[in-house]
């Protein structure tokens, strides 16, 4: 969606899309936004209440089940398992999606990595086809007037054309590029707490192979999770980059993460919307 400063502020019910790495000051933002009574659209959220639940909760109940207590008191019902995600809580679906690695030092083989990526990968596309039915939503169920969607640091990776032709359509597409400060921030933040992430295929074949190579191990199961994840990150980081930058020139615009980083309200981001658009 492409408009100019006096269409901007004549939208009475405004919708824009947050792109983005993780870390970048998306969800500080959209929480900022959803205090002054915007509502808040994560596509995290949405992928773990909607098109992981299942095969998040049967993966624990499998692990409960290699526990004899536990799987007799699951199959007499006498216990039930389910999630607690929150916006601010998504720690249940970066546990599900995992790191590939040694199972003993609670890596996933290659082939089970590869299948929750693909699950992982087909949420969040979904979660985002989504964004304009909630839109709408938001407004007639919910009565808010405007609209933020925080979508992942993975979405520049999504394989569907349709993802950013809908996004673009329904909404104003922010894109926040981190600053050369922030990039080196974020990479010592990951090599520091390393977590779960999402690869295209090609990306993780390619990178596995030159991990494997330099560290000379023969086989995926004998990765130590975290160690891989330390040594991937900056390169999906930079690779990243391009490709968001591509689509933020395509279908909207950008913001540096370090003018984010000032916003302190709604008034604050909106005048910065204004400036990007000017």
Same mark, same amino acid.
């Given at each position: 969606?492409?408009?100019?400063?006096?269409?901007?502020?004549?939208?009475?019910?405004?919708?824009?899309?947050?792109?983005?790495?993780?870390?970048?000051?998306?969800?500080?933002?959209?929480?900022?936004?959803?205090?002054?009574?915007?509502?808040?659209?994560?596509?995290?959220?949405? /992928?773990?209440? *909607?098109?992981?639940?299942?095969?998040?909760?049967?993966?624990? !109940? %499998?692990?409960?089940? &290699?526990?004899?207590? +536990?799987?007799?008191?699951?199959?007499?019902?006498?216990?039930?398992?389910?999630?607690?995600?929150?916006?601010?809580?998504?720690?249940?679906?970066?546990?599900?999606?995992?790191?590939?690695?040694?199972?003993?030092?609670?890596?996933?083989?290659?082939?089970?990595?590869?299948?929750?990526?693909?699950?992982?990968?087909?949420?969040?596309?979904?979660?985002?086809?989504?964004?304009?039915?909630?839109?709408?939503?938001?407004?007639?169920?919910?009565?808010?007037?405007?609209?933020?969607?925080?979508?992942?640091?993975?979405?520049?990776?999504?394989?569907?054309?349709?993802?950013?032709?809908?996004?673009?359509?329904?909404?104003?597409? /922010?894109?926040? *590029?981190?600053?050369?400060?922030?990039?080196?921030?974020?990479? !010592? %933040?990951?090599?520091? &707490?390393?977590?779960? +992430?999402?690869?295209?295929?090609?990306?993780?074949?390619?990178?596995?192979?030159?991990?494997?190579?330099?560290?000379?191990?023969?086989?995926?199961?004998?990765?130590?999770?975290?160690?891989?994840?330390?040594?991937?990150?900056?390169?999906?980081?930079?690779?990243?980059?391009?490709?968001?930058?591509?689509?933020?020139?395509?279908?909207?615009?950008?913001?540096?993460?370090?003018?984010?980083?000032?916003?302190?309200?709604?008034?604050?981001?909106?005048?910065?919307?204004?400036?990007?658009?000017?």
């Amino acid at each position: 969606m492409r408009l100019s400063t006096a269409e901007f502020k004549a939208w009475d019910r405004k919708a824009i899309t947050l792109l983005g790495m993780s870390g970048v000051g998306k969800t500080r933002l959209a929480c900022l936004l959803r205090q002054a009574n915007w509502f808040h659209y994560s596509g995290d959220y949405r /992928i773990g209440t *909607r098109y992981l639940n299942e095969a998040m909760l049967d993966n624990v !109940k %499998r692990q409960a089940m &290699e526990i004899p207590l +536990l799987k007799k008191l699951l199959l007499s019902d006498s216990i039930s398992i389910d999630s607690k995600i929150s916006v601010d809580n998504l720690k249940a679906v970066s546990t599900f999606l995992g790191q590939l690695g040694d199972p003993e030092k609670g890596g996933l083989g290659l082939r089970e990595f590869k299948r929750r990526q693909k699950l992982h990968h087909n949420a969040e596309v979904a979660a985002m086809k989504d964004v304009p039915e909630f839109i709408k939503r938001s407004h007639d169920v919910f009565g808010y007037e405007n609209f933020i969607n925080d979508a992942g640091g993975s979405l520049c990776e999504l394989s569907d054309p349709e993802v950013m032709k809908i996004l673009a359509e329904h909404s104003l597409i /922010i894109y926040i *590029r981190a600053t050369e400060h922030d990039e080196v921030e974020l990479i !010592k %933040r990951a090599k520091k &707490e390393p977590k779960p +992430l999402y690869y295209r295929e090609e990306f993780l074949d390619e990178q596995l192979n030159s991990y494997m190579q330099e560290k000379n191990i023969e086989y995926a199961a004998l990765i130590e999770p975290d160690d891989f994840v330390r040594w991937v990150f900056s390169r999906l980081f930079y690779s990243r980059i391009p490709i968001y930058q591509k689509l933020a020139d395509q279908y909207g615009y950008t913001i540096c993460s370090n003018e984010i980083a000032k916003v302190k309200s709604e008034t604050d981001f909106l005048a910065l919307i204004e400036k990007s658009l000017g």
